[in-house]
């Protein structure tokens, strides 16, 4: 380690796991932990200390899941260094592949000034497919068209490719509008959100020069969430991670919650296949929760197939008992989540500034897929002041408000306030 860099670790608050996976710098890692133990703070540390020990910003790629979180990070990693990070790709995934296609894209046939599709744009385009091909929207809707054109782009099938694998008549009428969207598209020099991902990936594979340009610029690779990953994203890492292999990626399978959309649980539990003699780093510290929330959330995982075993505890206060409270939808629960908070409001005890309109967000529990944990009873009996939102096998994502008894500071995430809306 260097001098430089012990100035900046100097600066950072973390725990003994956390500062190994930060100063490890030996090939590929999966820093591989729960909800709330620091994972994006570990990232956004390491992106701190690569630039501090002398990488320039513009060489490191982080990715992400939503521009928020691309947003934060990069805030909080200006803060750390002290300076702005001009050129750093930092962004979502599909931002950033939208910046490599506008530099690129002539390799693809495309131009620099190519059109970005959004859904109402695609659900045209796909109307006007079916009136090419003289097909009827009342036997197969639009929308479900675009849902199998989507779940072929995001495995980062071509229209020969799916061709080759389609088995029967349905499959073979979707091929042949999925050829004439994307033929479509390009005649109109677009392309849509999935697209965006299918043609980075199409780009490097097929374009040795383009490829090693962007593994030789690229010192790093640094990925959160890294369970909601689909396959042409780990297609995309892949390819970027050319022979150097560093990648840094963190995640929480527990937390895969995008399968819908084509995320693959598998990226994660099978990230050292794909980045042989990968270090892993297993976080199990929780800073959000208290272990009574803790040990609901482990009792409710700890069913899941296909998981890896972890084990989430706190060092604060046990806390309130948590309650479970059926809605009976995300408005309802919106709702009344919103009508529990109003009275705390008033009287204040919210913690942190701000507009008191978008509480801070400051504690949620770890995603519970499947249903209400045996037992749960007896984990959640007693206790007004807790809410604990359970799903059902759909995997929508988990939030919470935490009581702690301790000062009776209540702490909200902000996308329950009021609104209904579900984002991450
Ligand atoms: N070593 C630590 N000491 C104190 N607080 C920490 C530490 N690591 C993380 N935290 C805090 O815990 C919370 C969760 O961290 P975050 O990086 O968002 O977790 P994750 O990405 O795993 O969900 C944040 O408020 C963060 O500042
Ligand atoms: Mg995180």
Redesign the pocket.
Same mark, same amino acid.
């Given at each position: 380690m260097t001098e430089s860099s012990g100035g900046v670790l100097s600066r950072l $608050? @973390?725990?003994g796991v956390?500062r190994e996976a930060v100063v490890y710098d030996r090939g590929p890692q999966l820093v591989f932990? +729960?909800? +709330? *133990?620091?994972?994006? %703070? $570990? @990232? *956004?540390a390491k992106m701190a200390w690569l630039i501090d020990r002398g990488i320039a910003p513009a060489r490191l790629f982080a990715a992400t899941f939503t521009n928020k979180a691309a947003r934060e990070m990069r805030d909080r990693l200006e803060n750390i260094v002290g300076r702005p990070m001009d050129g750093m790709w930092i962004g979502t995934f599909h931002s950033l592949c939208a910046r490599l296609l506008r530099r690129e894209c002539r390799h693809l046939g495309f131009e620099r000034t190519f059109s970005i599709y959004d859904q109402t744009d695609q659900l045209t385009l796909v109307r006007r497919v079916l009136q090419r091909l003289e097909m009827d929207d009342r036997s197969v809707s639009p929308r479900q068209i675009l849902s199998h054109v989507s779940r072929f782009k995001n495995r980062c099938l071509s229209v020969e490719e799916a061709r080759k694998t389609a088995t029967g008549f349905y499959e073979q009428e979707l091929v042949r509008m999925y050829a004439e969207y994307q033929k479509m598209l390009r005649e109109q020099q677009a392309m849509d959100f999935d697209d965006l991902l299918m043609h980075a990936v199409v780009l490097l594979r097929d374009n040795g020069d383009v490829l090693s340009r962007y593994t030789t610029l690229f010192d790093y690779l640094l990925i959160?969430?890294y369970q909601d990953t689909n396959g042409a994203q780990l297609q995309l890492v892949k390819l970027l991670a050319g022979k150097h292999r560093r990648v840094f990626a $963190?995640g929480?399978d527990d937390?895969s919650i995008y399968g819908w959309r084509g995320a693959q649980v598998e990226n994660i539990l099978t990230f050292g296949q794909h980045f042989p003699q990968t270090k892993v780093f297993k @976080?199990e510290?929780?800073? %959000?929760s208290t272990q009574s929330i803790l040990d609901f959330a482990n009792a409710a995982i700890a069913g899941n197939s296909n998981r890896a075993p972890k084990q989430l505890w706190t060092d604060r206060d046990k806390g309130a008992r948590v309650t479970v409270t059926r809605f009976r939808d995300d408005r309802q629960e919106a709702q009344k989540i919103a009508d529990s908070v109003k009275p705390v409001c008033r009287e204040g005890k919210i913690r942190g500034g701000g507009d008191r309109r978008t509480l801070p967000y400051?504690?949620?529990v770890p995603c519970i897929r499947g249903s209400v944990p045996q037992g749960a009873d007896t984990l959640c009996s007693g206790g007004r002041d807790g809410f604990l939102r359970t799903f059902g096998n759909q995997g929508l994502s988990g939030v919470s408000a935490t009581p702690r008894e301790s000062g009776r500071q209540y702490q909200f995430r902000t996308d329950l306030q009021c609104s209904g809306s579900r984002a991450r």
């Open positions: $608050v @973390l725990n956390q932990a +729960g909800a +709330g *133990t620091g994972k994006t %703070r $570990v @990232l *956004t959160d969430e $963190v929480d937390q @976080l510290q929780n800073y %959000r400051q504690c949620a």
